[in-house]
Nanobody, 129 residues
Framework: EVQLQASGGGLVQAGGSLRLSCAVS????????IAWFRQAPGKEREGVSC???????????YYSHSAKGRFTISSSNAKDTVYLQMNSLKPEDTAIYYC???????????????????WGRGTQVTVSS
């Protein structure tokens, strides 16, 4: 059974940091890309970041414009967890964050409408001003 579960959300002050985790199981990590999405009430889903399970893949990471320079995506050595380190958080980062997986996705093509094969439950991130 394919499972993804996001965790690590919480309440943080503007300028602070959080690290989200996505625990993955039930599939071969190297054959997939893992992406972080977020969605706030009344707003479109947004692709935040993406990483390929194969660390040697060309064009293997992606960051949205808002995430670039502040967020960092990484995977554990055991390839059972994907992290999203979020620094310099802003109130506009407040959203539910989801992790998702797709077979052989090229991360550079990630968008709000990108089809993903598997989705996990989200974790709430709230950034206070």
């Amino acid at each position: 059974e394919v499972q993804l579960q996001a965790s690590g959300g919480g309440l943080v002050q503007a300028g602070g940091s959080l690290r989200l985790s996505c625990a993955v199981s039930g599939f071969t990590f190297d054959d997939y890309a893992i992406a972080w999405f977020r969605q706030a009430p009344g707003k479109e889903r947004e692709g935040v970041s993406c990483i390929t399970g194969d660390g040697t893949a060309e064009d293997g990471t992606y960051y949205s414009h808002s995430a670039k320079g502040r967020f960092t995506i990484s995977s554990s050595n055991a390839k059972d967890t994907v992290y999203l380190q979020m620094n310099s958080l802003k109130p506009e980062d407040t959203a539910i964050y989801y992790c998702a997986a797709d077979f052989h996705l090229l991360c550079k093509y990630l968008s709000s409408t990108t089809h993903m094969d598997y989705w996990g439950r989200g974790t709430q991130v709230t950034v206070s001003s």
